[in-house]
């Protein structure tokens, strides 16, 4: 392994901090071309670690602290195929929706025209790309809830953009929500370090069963509130009161990935967690699917459908963490190939939405109908993205769904007809609405708020087409890294 990975890694961390710094003091004229670059550069940088990267687990500690008896140091970078597929779908996005923002945030946008406050945007937003990378890249639990509570303040204040009564009550909301899983968070470290003198990784391991299982169930309910799951789950979808780019970020690769990420963290790093734990999980996850479902049909407004959709694929994760905790191998590979195959296609279908709004000044589909016909990138773009997250072969969630269904069949009798159920029902009418819903906005005869609309930016055109292209090619991208997953 390289020994210019640990510079490489440190280096990702530290520059989009540096970024959103110095874009307070960029000129107006620089603040897109400021942001894009150092998107950008973060990006490259992952790719870079990708390369260098070896497959084994890295760590390089960087701070100890002389007071706290922790051997590996308490701050540092650590990478092993986990965090890696977790750092590729944060950079790669956050360039995305970086480019994205561009346009979207411009006094011709329709639906919400804005004349300043990007320099605050970006602030946010790197703010937010640098607290993902710290989760990916994260050496321990304390350090993961450094940058998990930042992360949790970042997403309250890009809710908040819009600065009226709904985005700021919404803003609140998440803030509000989010942070109460931080408590269970918190409470977990203490549990932890009070058994066992550090915050590492595998230190759960060597606490008592009761103490271990304390810990599963106390970082649950905080993954659950991240990724707002089961009584949480309101939270998300008034989120989209929130910018586009900012709803496509927190969806596709940003906050809610940061609670399966820390489920999927812990089920790897710890041994002989009860089998009841991941049958609870397993539980809850279909529960959470079913609910979103249900709560699709009444939805108008674009981004709200996609935000139940966001909290079904979420259960799909859980799901197959607790299949690994109850001892199935597929099932663990299907969540974490899910974290990686739904990232370009929720935020394919994100930035679809976000340029029929900038372009027609709606999202509600009943004003809708027609657009193959004004729209045709954005059109496909869509239809692409609705045939990724519903699992059509051989695009992307297919193999996830694929492999999370060979995991629940894995564990054989009662337990598996009981998970498999309403899991497939839920994958069978997902599908039949995705697609009644992109036929009813996308054919037939155009509607008045689609026969004269605003031009999409060349640069939202771009990023639809290579959202389009990585909706293809992510299982080839993740499968790889996922088999490393141990």
């Not at 960087?62 to 701050?75: A, K, T």
Request: aromatic fraction near 14%; include cysteine.
């Amino acid at each position: 392994m390289s020994n210019l990975l640990g510079p490489v890694l440190l280096l990702m961390l530290v520059l989009p901090f540096a970024a959103a710094a110095a874009s307070q003091v960029w000129r107006q004229k620089f603040q897109d071309t400021g942001a894009a670059v150092s998107a950008g550069l973060v990006c490259l940088l992952s790719l870079a670690a990708l390369g260098l990267y070896g497959g084994q687990r890295f760590e390089w500690p960087i701070v100890r602290w002389p007071w706290i008896s922790e051997s590996r140091g308490l701050l540092g970078v650590y990478i092993d195929p986990l965090a890696m597929v977790l750092l590729l779908v944060t950079t790669v996005i956050g360039l995305l929706v970086t480019l994205f923002s561009r346009d979207y945030l411009s006094p011709r946008n329709r639906f919400h025209p804005v004349d300043e406050g990007k320099r605050r945007f970006y602030w946010w937003h790197l703010l937010f790309i640098g607290a993902m990378v710290g989760v990916a890249l994260s050496s321990n639990f304390l350090q993961l809830f450094i940058f998990w509570e930042l992360t949790t303040i970042c997403s309250w204040a890009l809710i908040s953009y819009y600065r009226n009564r709904e985005s700021l009550e919404a803003g609140f909301e998440a803030l509000i929500k989010t942070f109460f899983g931080g408590i269970f968070f918190l409470i977990a470290l203490i549990v932890l370090y009070v058994g066992t003198g550090s915050f590492a990784f595998d230190a759960v391991n060597f606490l008592s069963p009761g103490a271990k299982t304390a810990v599963y169930l106390l970082l649950l309910v905080a993954a659950w509130a991240k990724a707002s799951q089961i009584v949480f789950f309101a939270w998300l979808p008034n989120a989209m009161a929130a910018p586009t780019p900012v709803s496509c970020y927190l969806h596709a690769a940003a906050m809610v990935k940061a609670g399966v990420y820390l489920m999927a963290r812990l089920a790897v790093s710890t041994v002989g967690f009860d089998y009841w734990l991941g049958l609870l999980t397993a539980i809850f996850a279909v529960f959470t699917m079913l609910a979103a479902l249900f709560l699709f049909f009444f939805q108008n407004d674009l981004k709200k459908f996609l935000a139940y959709s966001t909290i079904a694929h979420l259960g799909y994760i859980f799901l197959g963490i607790g299949l690994g905790v109850m001892g199935s191998y597929y099932g663990f590979q299907g969540a974490i190939l899910h974290i990686i195959c739904h990232a370009p296609a929720k935020a394919l279908l994100f930035i679809t939405v976000g340029a029929i709004a900038y372009a027609t000044g709606t999202r509600n589909m009943d004003e809708l109908s027609g657009l193959t016909k004004t729209m045709p990138v954005t059109s496909i773009g869509f239809i692409i993205g609705t045939l990724g997250v519903t699992g059509i072969a051989p695009l992307s969630c297919y193999w996830s769904k694929l492999f999370l269904m060979e995991g629940v069949i894995e564990t054989g009798g009662l337990t598996a007809i009981f998970l498999i159920i309403p899991f497939v029902t839920e994958i069978i009418i997902a599908f039949a609405w995705y697609f009644f819903v992109a036929h009813k906005v996308f054919f037939g005869a155009p509607s008045a708020r689609v026969e004269n609309i605003e031009r999409v930016p060349n640069t939202t055109r771009v990023v639809i087409v290579a959202l389009m292209v990585l909706t293809v090619i992510a299982p080839l991208l993740g499968l790889p890294l996922v088999k490393l997953v141990r």
